[in-house]
Each structure stands twice: as C-alpha cells, then as structure tokens.
C-alpha cells in the first residue's frame, strides 16, 4: 500500500495535470469521446454545422474532453480545430471585446493555415472568401488577421480577384468602430461574419471550440445563433463547454458542491483573491438557457449535449495510480479517502496535491 501519496514531485504532478486538460489523457470518458468523434465525423460527411454541449461542475473535465478531439482533427488534411474562453470578473461583467474570442480564434487559423505553405489550399480559401464577401471589408474591423488571407497572392492572377478588397482593409491600429455595435453595423457583421466561415468552411472543415459558453456576452451569443441558424451549409462543429448550474438553476445560489468548489479556489489561491465565481447570475443563467433552447429546436440544426458527472472510484482510482506513478493495487486505500474527500472531482484532486 502507499504509504505516503502526497510526497510526490510537484512538477510531476502539474505535468500531469498538463495532458489531462489538453486532453492528452482521458480517465473514464470513452463513450463520451466516442460521441463527440461521431458528432465530428458526422460533420465532414453531410457538411453540415452541428452544436454539441458539453455540461458539468467545474473540473468535471469538459475542456478536457473537448480538446481531446484537437490531434484527431489536426491528422486529417486540411481541418482546423479553433479554440477561444471566455473570461468573467468577480462583478459578473465579461472582460474584453465581444468579438474577441472570434477574433482569437480565426487569427490563430490564419496562422496555421499560412505555416502549412500549401499555396494552392491558401489561395483557394482566399477566393473563396473573396467571392463570398464581395468586396465587404466589414469583417476586417471584427478579424483584422483575415486581410493578409484576402490579399493573399500565389499568382499574378489572384491580384486582380483580391484587388477590390485591398481598398476596404483596416490597419492595425483599427479598434472596433462604434458603427459597429448599432443594429445596422451589427446586422451588417453578422451577415460578413456568416459569409466569410461558410467560405473558410467550403475548403477546411473546422472545429470551433466555445470555453466557458455561460460568460458569452450577448453580441457573441447572436453571432454563434447566426453560425449555427445559417442556410448555408458549412462543414463546422462547434463544442461549447458550460457549467452545468447555469443550466439547471432557478436562483442565483450556488450548489453546494458549486459553493465547495469556490471556497476551495479560494483557499488555494489564498483570500481576497477569489478565483472566478461559480454563481450564475439570474439574468446570464436564464439568456443562456433561452438561446440554447431556440438552437435546439431548429430542425436544420443537429445538437448533442453531453453530461459529464465526476469520476467513479474506480476509474479515479486508475488515474491516481496514473498520476502518481504507482500500479492501481498501491493506491486502493488513498483512492477511497481521495474519491470521498473530491467526490471524484479532477481538479479538486490535483489542488489537493499541489
């Protein structure tokens, strides 16, 4: 028996804790990543965009789950997985841009998509975005990191298609015009926005990984609704990660489980500095949950949720032996104690050690 757990190597452990939440180790998820390599290969087949939810308490292992499917997606030629998170503050306002978990998101696939220097795929997604926007540089103030793709030139022909763009590009000190945020210049970047991931999708099937959905702001949520409700056909599987009592709750008072986690964040990270909060609010709670309803009752729309509960004893058991670089029958006896004490809890487990 182990006679000592907790005298491990901190580094091993934070190494550790590393490849589970890149998704690089998965304890008792098969069927559940099973499900969400269907959704994905269900996608590439019918060119179609579909929603999966993937809902649980804080350090269930959502965003693990969710980004196990990155490798998978990366080995098949020209498919993309993208991935922003949203923030929030201890005063329940999101920080940051509205638009900038898009913005974050396709700039990072610009990157990849210009590091494989595959000037035909390049040059194909840059007609393609061309023809779509017809000259509407609207999406340049939303995805500044798009206009190097728009005047992409492999060719000397290729000049002439993206020329008319050129006069519409923003510069890099370009911040998000006011005009923006009106109902026009909204409904104008929703409609540039719609267009330009239909095109990128036309050519590269993508992944779009939504972290923490429960802190969207309201301007994100309608440009996701817009993505999701298109009729235009685009290869695109969005998987969104969302605490499971902004779905459930009918107050503004945490779960206890919730409130345990809180107070454990707030224990290790010392008081005063209280890690984000697990409390929904009344108002972000019931817009989420509203939204998510209309998504799920658009017919053309295929959406999967996935529950994710903590870890059994026995496959917590299996990752405790894992973790802790001892064989299953030596750690039988701390399993127990741990499982009680985390209620099987990942993250709870791996604060503990630390």
Known sequence: MLEDPTCVNRSDVNAELKKICSGAKLFGRQAEQEKLVECWGRVCRENKQELVVLSGIAGSGKSSLAESLRPLVKEKPKCFFLSGRYVENRQ???????????????????????????DLLIDKISGELSDALRGDSSILHMIPALQPLLLYQSNPKSNLRRSSLSSGSVNNDTQHSTEFYSSEGSNQLKYAFENAVSAICRVTPLVLLLDNLHWATSVSMDLLQTLLQSDQSMALLVVTTIRSEYLSCSSAEPSPTAYRMTVLNENMIGPGKRSHDTTPTNHSSSALRSTLKVLQETASLQTTIIDLSNLELSDFRILIADALKKRTDEVVEFSRIAHAETEGNVFRFFQLLR
């Open 92 to 118: 329940h306002r999101v920080v940051g841009d509205p638009y900038e978990i898009f913005e974050t998101a396709f700039s990072r696939y610009v990157g990849e998509l210009m590091d494989t220097k595959n």
